[in-house]
């Protein structure tokens, strides 16, 4: 059931609310594709990462609300897409539900999972991009870069960064990260 070669079943939101607890999965085009568990730099970065943006939105005391995985985020009203972005922000309150975040978040936030780096690259970035999330970042810690795709309406923009440089938010007039400021151990 959690592959996606071949699979002639299609998969809704049902299904996937239905998975077993210890299952981590997301589904895309109504297959699942099975989530391995994080390693230990994937979560020192998600967690670093988290805390500037965390604290830069607390302070500036917007809408905006930043969530970090296991989050489900329901791209479109179709049931068979739902994603579990390392990090989502979503300045949109009211795409917000009990299950998570219904619609696309405005700034999503992926770190690369050495197992399957085709999925965050391609598959979810054109998922993200055509579901009208405005800025998506790729954070790669086996390469130390990060590719920063921006996707308004009148504009599309793709930079690369590595871990020693600061990035500017685009969609926030005033928030840099400073990759340089996360040790990792």
């Known amino acids: 059931m959690l592959h996606a070669v071949a699979q002639a ?14 299952v981590r999965a997301e589904l895309i085009d109504g297959q699942f594709y099975a989530m391995a568990a994080p390693s230990r730099i994937h979560q020192e970065l998600s967690g670093e990462l988290y805390l500037m943006i965390g604290n830069y939105l607390k302070k500036s005391g ?16 179709d049931r068979k897409h739902i994603v579990e972005p390392d ?20 700034w999503i936030i992926e770190i690369v999972s050495p197992g399957n780096p085709g999925h965050d ?13 405005r ?10 870069t990060v590719l920063v795709y921006y996707f308004e309406k009148t504009a599309f923009d793709v930079r690369q960064y590595t871990f020693q440089e600061r990035i500017k938010v685009n969609i926030y007039d005033d928030l840099w990260i400073d990759l340089r400021e996360i040790e990792l151990s």
């Open 62 to 77: 917007g809408a905006c609300r930043i969530f970090s995985a296991p989050f489900a985020v329901k791209l479109f009203d």
């Open 87 to 106: 990090i989502s922000i979503i300045c949109d309150r009211s795409k917000l539900t009990d299950s998570g975040c219904s619609g696309a978040p405005d």
């Open 121 to 133: 690259y391609v598959r979810k970035l054109n998922l993200y991009m055509d579901a009208g999330v």
């Open 9 to 22: 079943q299609s998969y809704t939101e049902e299904d996937y609310y239905n998975l077993p607890e210890t």
């Open 135 to 144: 800025e998506y970042w790729i954070v790669d810690p086996k390469k130390q």
